[in-house]
Each structure stands twice: as structure tokens, then as C-alpha cells.
């Protein structure tokens, strides 16, 4: 039985083009009023579910609930109902004078003028710097704050974490895990994580198995090593790499779980994609709030364009 407040209900959705499974059975719900983030790597079937639930692609099989109706046969009035945000734009005039953060600001502002009750965001700041990036994230939160329901697909993390209530990480058609960015952490359980800036050969990794036990180590951007208890561990790993010339240098830091770290947990794969990884480099963590007030809270109350 669905909920009146569910803006979106898919279940037991699939897809093929061709004879080519990219959707393998999704199933997730979003509730109004929030901002729902289907977070995967390349490929993961992200915009062919964007597609469908938009009703510009008829899926295989499945059923789909947008606005309690039908996108496959009430996408006219769908469409009155959605926002689109297309990221392409005119290149002339005023506008082509924009920078590239602010032209998508101002499609975010675009989409809105029909006043949808759901708007959809395939991508918004891929190939943003980080200013663009910012603009566009000051759109979405403005999105957000006058009530309207998200649906936000995104490779990066940070911006997942930092926009959405709740994310669904996809990989390969599949939804690997669902659920608010606290409750996607805390399936690494306690552990902190020691992450070593070095491209571990298989043979280091099993040295350093052996060398942190406790721990549970594997390769990520560089190695990584999960432990309950990381003083003990960290001052091993420094032993280890500070003493060997063939490491001098080596960046060697203490952190708290990561959605990405949640994602190679469950799925084996990087949601960075090797052409994507310099322009993930980019990607800077926004400030942390100063002060967080319930729903007024904004993050971009100091953010000046
Ligand atoms: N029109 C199409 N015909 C055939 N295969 C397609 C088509 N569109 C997408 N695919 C394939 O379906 C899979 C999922 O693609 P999709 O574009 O939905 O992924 P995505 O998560 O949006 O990826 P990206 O991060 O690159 O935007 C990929 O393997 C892609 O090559
Ligand atoms: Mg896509």
C-alpha cells in the first residue's frame, strides 16, 4: 500500500536495450518534500531510470507510480507536473556571457516556472569547477527549501552526501543499498579508516594483512585499512612506510567512513571512474555548517556569487 506522501514508487523495475539487461529489478520509494539521490558510477543505469520515470522511455517491465500516476500512459500530464533541467543551453547573448554554473543555475530556475511538483536533476554539475558546482548546489538547496520533491542522479559523492535525505547507491542495474548518509556509514560499522596515498601491488596488500590483522585491508585510490582501534595500526603502517625509501613521502591519513567506502564495500568498484578521475580531483567537501537549525538551516547564508 503506498503512501499518499510517496511522490515516486518503482518496483521491481527493469530495462534492456537490446539484448542488453541495464536495469535489474529497482525498487525504491520517495517521499514528498524530499531530495532523493541515485548515486553509481558510469553506466550504473542512472539516467535510464531518470528516462523512464519521466516517461521519455517506456521501460521492459516493472511498474512505476510518479504523482500517483502512470508515466507510460499519463506522461502528457506528467510533464505539466515534472521539472526537466536540461543541461543544454543557448550560446548567444546575455546568456552566452554566463559563466557555465550560472547557466545551469539559471535552467535549475528554468525548469521551475510551470511550478512542478517533482523536479529532476540527471547530473547537474558534471564538469563544473567547483564554483559552478557551488551555484548550482545554491540552486538545488533553494529547490529543496521551497518544498518541492528531488530526484538527483550523481556520481560524486560529496554531492550526494551534501544535498540529499536520502541516497540510493547503484551499480550495474541494481540498487546496492538505500538509505539516509548516516545509516549508508554505519554499515562500515565503527572503523576508522587509514588510507595510504600509494597504488598498492596485490603482494603489498596481503603484506600489510598480515601487518594490521585486525584490520581489513584493501585497495581503494590508494590502500586503505579498516580497523576498530587505528592507533596501534597507524603507528605499524608508519613503521612500515616511513622506514622504506621506496615510500618517502607518502601521504598517510585517519578518516571517518565515506559513501565511496560504503560503495566499494558492497559492490567491489570505485564510484570513480578512471575518465573521471581528475575531474573528481576537483571536488572539494563544501564547509562544514557553523550551526545547523533544523529546516532553515542553510549552508549558503556567507555563500556570495
Ligand atoms: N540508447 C541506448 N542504447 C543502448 N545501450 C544504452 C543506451 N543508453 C544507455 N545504454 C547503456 O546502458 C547502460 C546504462 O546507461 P545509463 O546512461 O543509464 O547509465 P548512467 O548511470 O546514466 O551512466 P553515466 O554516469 O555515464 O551517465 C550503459 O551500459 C549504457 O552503455
Ligand atoms: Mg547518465
Not at 32 to 60: C, D, H, M, W, Y
Not at 120 to 144: C, Y
Not at 212 to 236: H, K
Request: charged share 25%; net charge negative; glycine share 12%.
Amino acid at each position: 500500500m503506498n503512501r499518499v506522501s510517496d511522490a515516486i514508487v518503482v518496483e521491481g523495475l527493469r530495462h534492456c536495450y537490446g539484448g542488453l539487461d541495464v536495469l535489474k529489478g529497482v525498487s525504491f520509494t520517495v517521499h514528498a518534500g524530499e531530495v532523493f539521490g541515485i548515486l553509481g558510477p558510469n553506466g550504473a543505469g542512472k539516467t535510464t531510470l531518470s528516462s523512464i520515470l519521466t516517461s521519455q522511455l517506456r521501460p521492459t517491465s516493472g511498474s512505476v507510480s510518479l504523482l500517483g500516476l502512470d508515466p507510460v500512459s499519463k506522461g502528457g500530464e506528467l510533464r505539466r507536473r515534472i521539472g526537466l533541467v536540461g543541461l543544454e543551453h543557448k550560446q548567444d547573448g546575455l546568456i552566452g556571457s554566463y559563466s557555465e554554473g550560472m547557466k545551469r543555475r539559471l535552467n535549475v530556475a528554468l525548469s521551475l516556472v510551470h511550478d512542478p511538483e517533482v523536479v529532476f536533476l540527471d547530473e547537474p554539475t558534471s564538469g563544473l569547477d567547483p564554483l559552478g558546482r557551488r551555484q548550482v548546489w545554491k540552486a538545488i538547496w533553494e529547490l529543496k527549501a521551497s518544498g518541492k520533491t528531488l530526484l538527483l542522479t550523481t556520481h560524486y559523492m560529496e554531492e550526494a552526501e551534501f544535498l540529499c535525505d536520502r541516497i540510493a547507491l547503484m551499480d550495474r542495474g541494481v540498487v546496492a543499498a538505500l538509505g539516509t548518509p548516516s545509516e549508508l556509514k554505519a554499515r562500515m560499522g565503527t572503523g576508522k579508516i587509514i588510507e595510504v596515498g600509494i597504488e598498492a601491488s596485490a603482494e603489498l596488500v596481503d603484506e600489510v594483512s598480515r601487518l594490521i590483522p585486525e584490520g581489513r585491508v584493501y585497495r581503494s585510490m590508494g590502500l586503505n585499512i579498516v580497523t576498530g582501534d587505528p592507533e596501534p595500526a597507524l603507528q605499524r603502517i608508519m613503521k612500515r612506510f616511513i622506514s622504506d625509501p621506496g615510500y618517502g613521502g607518502t601521504r598517510i591519513l585517519l578518516r571517518e567512513p565515506s559513501l565511496e567506502d560504503v560503495f566499494l564495500e558492497l559492490t567491489g568498484r570505485s564510484l570513480k571512474e578512471e575518465s573521471r578521475a581528475s575531474e573528481g580531483e576537483n571536488m572539494k567537501s563544501p564547509a562544514p555548517p557553523e550551526e545547523k537549525t533544523g529546516s532553515s538551516w542553510n549552508p549558503f547564508r556567507h555563500f556570495h556569487e
